[in-house]
């Protein structure tokens, strides 16, 4: 079994996160792509979110959105445990709970150059395989680099995808939630009714 780990505030969910988890899952020849909402986000401790709940209800509205939903599954481990959200800590529970799966840890381009530099690094690096997706106006991120050397230095596995590229990102839809300009090519029709109607992002 193949399984791929997506983390991240999604806050919202919207279609770039969506379509790199479906090209993800095609590209690895995943069996499942486990969505894993974070709780607290070392980097952005700071920054007013949606809460938990309603970032699951927006991922559940969203998967309805790809081929086979069914291969999409959202794991709570970092929201029902306490402290910041480190992804070693992450994948060591996923590689715990599913002993016989390959692991590929899903992220994007401008992750991959910043890696290197997280918590526990390292165990990361060996203990799972990568699957990178693009990200438009990173075309001098120093991604190839990046992959070339952590390939060379750590032995790791990464698959680079030819995802769709969506320019958006979940700060615009935050603060343009409720504009009638807002973008048709950012979040699911259904997940704008749900934030509309839950009130969120005012």
């Known amino acids: 079994m193949k399984i791929g780990i997506f983390g ?13 988890a479906h090209d993800a899952l095609v590209s690895a020849g995943l069996d499942k792509v486990f969505f894993v909402p974070v709780k607290i986000q070392p980097f952005k401790q700071d920054r007013r979110a949606a809460s938990g709940l309603d970032r699951i209800n927006m991922l559940k509205i969203g998967f309805s959105y790809l081929p086979d939903p069914e291969k999409y599954e959202i794991s709570t481990y970092e929201l029902d445990n306490d402290g910041v959200s480190y992804t070693y800590l992450t994948i060591r529970a996923f590689r ?4 016989d799966a390959k692991v590929y840890f899903i992220l994007g381009e401008d992750s991959i150059v910043k890696i290197e530099t ?8 060996k203990s799972c395989s990568l699957v990178v ?3 438009p106006g990173c075309e001098n991120s120093g991604m190839l ?3 070339e050397r952590i390939r060379r230095t750590y032995g790791t596995e990464i698959i680079l995808v030819q995802n769709r590229l969506f320019d958006i990102s979940s700060t615009y839809i935050r603060e343009h ?7 048709d090519e950012t979040v699911p029709e259904k997940v704008e009714a749900y934030i509309e109607e839950h009130g969120i992002y005012r």
């Open 8 to 20: 991240g505030s999604f806050d919202p969910i919207h279609l770039g996160h969506l379509y790199l």
């Open 118 to 125: 997280w918590m526990e690094a390292e165990e990361i690096l």
């Open 96 to 99: 715990e709970k599913y002993p």
């Open 177 to 183: 939630a409720y504009e009638e300009d807002l973008p």
């Open 145 to 147: 680099e990046a992959i």
């Open 133 to 135: 997706g693009q990200r």
